[in-house]
Nanobody, 122 residues
Framework: QVQLLESGGGLVQAGGSLRVSCAASARTSSAYAINWFRQAPGQEREFVAGINWSGIMTHYADSVQDRFTISRDNRNNTVYLYMTSVEPEDTAVYYC???????????????WGQGTQVTVSS
């Protein structure tokens, strides 16, 4: 069982930067790929970025490529999403996800956090 806890969300101005974190409860969490998804009001949850268990491989949605960076610190069981040049369209609840792949493929037995709100003001 892996529990995920997101933090670091908040209000940021367009063009600014923000880092959100995902802390995992178990040492075995380092065996999982970690993804960030987001869901804006009235829209479906969408993949944002993913990182494999070692941190070597990453994958990004086209909408955030070159603006967002995902990284992980397995010693501290934490994954980070550093967001730069944020836009109002980035406003959403950001969810941390632990699973088998880092490309956003979801399986029923994957793990999810509760989410953290990110709001970008124009």
């Amino acid at each position: 069982q892996v529990q995920l806890l997101e933090s670091g969300g908040g209000l940021v101005q367009a063009g600014g930067s923000l880092r959100v974190s995902c802390a995992a409860s178990a040492r075995t969490s380092s065996a999982y790929a970690i993804n960030w998804f987001r869901q804006a009001p009235g829209q479906e949850r969408e993949f944002v970025a993913g990182i494999n268990w070692s941190g070597i491989m990453t994958h990004y949605a086209d909408s955030v490529q070159d603006r967002f960076t995902i990284s992980r610190d397995n010693r501290n069981n934490t994954v980070y999403l550093y967001m730069t040049s944020v836009e109002p369209e980035d406003t959403a609840v950001y969810y941390c996800h632990a699973g088998r792949t880092y490309t956003g493929i979801i399986y029923e037995d994957d793990y999810w956090g509760q989410g953290t709100q990110v709001t970008v003001s124009s």
